[in-house]
């Protein structure tokens, strides 16, 4: 298929768009950051969206473009409603004129996260936040313009290599760094999600014509505190100290409100027999031997 892709510099599409190609599909990928094999595309700006999209001709539009940083969506709500909202608007709109399947990539953080077992496709979202509420939104606006469109909301991301800014990223950069002492929070639960594994099970959902909205996590829950013991533990670094703290220590750089627990079964993947993704943990090693540090770290 000719696929579209946007936000293709993130650090989610460093795996998905080589899966594709992999796969034999013709893949333009864009960007606001252009350069390194990716194409100009504000999704912001519907002329210019639809200009490059109806030159293009898609089979699918893979929309990734967001703003993903939770504390600056939340001090800057305009900003977030505008990329993640409008630009998914944009997305769907384009979509439904061209006749063109959309896939989009939501999040955990749709939910309110008191609920103690782990959200499914079935449960109502309830974003705490400005981020979670601006992805909701992009998730609506294509339910309600789109005939043929895959929801799939993905967890705590993992991989990226240098694209890479989340947790992981932050951990080994600290012990990177010399650091002898690292803190991570115990009262907040997720799933992660690795990007690889994530990219192959997309992969293959778009070429079942099962529509609809999905999870995509990696298998069992963990606290931050639990993602950074398991890092120390791949590294062999019995010499740096781990500290339990809750969130409360972390306030002053990460203020926005994030839900208790973000954990997601992929329901619908295991109702049809086609979960594959791997659990947190080996996908964690997958990742850090894939960097090939374990020495250097």
């Not at 609920?115 to 496709?121: F, S």
């Not at 895959?150 to 650091?179: C, N, P, T």
């Amino acid at each position: 298929m000719k696929i579209l892709v946007t936000g293709a510099a993130g650090m989610l599409a460093e795996s998905l768009v080589p899966e594709l190609r992999k796969k034999g599909h013709n893949v333009l990928a864009t960007d606001i950051n252009a350069g390194a094999g990716c194409s100009f595309l504000d999704v912001r700006n519907y002329e210019k969206f639809l200009q490059i999209a109806s030159a293009f001709k898609p089979d699918f539009i893979f929309h990734l473009a967001a703003e993903t940083d939770v504390d600056k969506c939340q001090i800057q709500p305009d900003y977030a409603f505008e990329n993640n909202a409008i630009g998914t608007y944009n997305a769907a709109l384009i979509a439904k004129k061209l006749k063109t399947k959309l896939l989009y990539v939501s999040t955990a953080g749709v939910f309110d996260g008191k609920k103690a077992e782990p959200y499914t496709e079935l449960d109502k979202p309830n974003p705490i936040n400005i981020y979670g509420a601006s992805k909701l939104a992009g998730e609506e606006y294509i339910k309600d313009l789109v005939d043929d469109f895959y929801i799939v909301r993905a967890g705590w991301m993992v991989g990226g290599g240098e694209k890479d800014k989340k947790f992981v990223h932050k951990i080994l950069e600290q012990i990177k760094s010399g650091a002898k002492h690292i803190y991570a929070v115990t009262d907040k639960f997720g799933t992660p999600t690795y990007a690889p594994a994530f990219s192959e099970m997309v992969t293959t959902l778009i070429e079942t014509d099962f529509f609809g909205l999905y999870h995509i996590a990696c298998k069992n829950k963990a606290s931050r505190f639990d993602v950074a013991k398991e890092i120390l533990e791949i590294l062999g670094r019995t010499d740096i100290e781990l500290h339990p703290v809750d969130s409360s220590y972390f306030n002053k750089d990460y203020f926005a409100p994030r839900p208790a627990s973000e954990v997601m079964r992929n329901y619908m993947l295991e109702l049809r027999k086609m979960d594959k993704m791997p659990t947190w943990q080996d996908a964690l090693k997958d990742y850090i031997y894939s960097l090939h540090i374990v020495d250097r770290y």
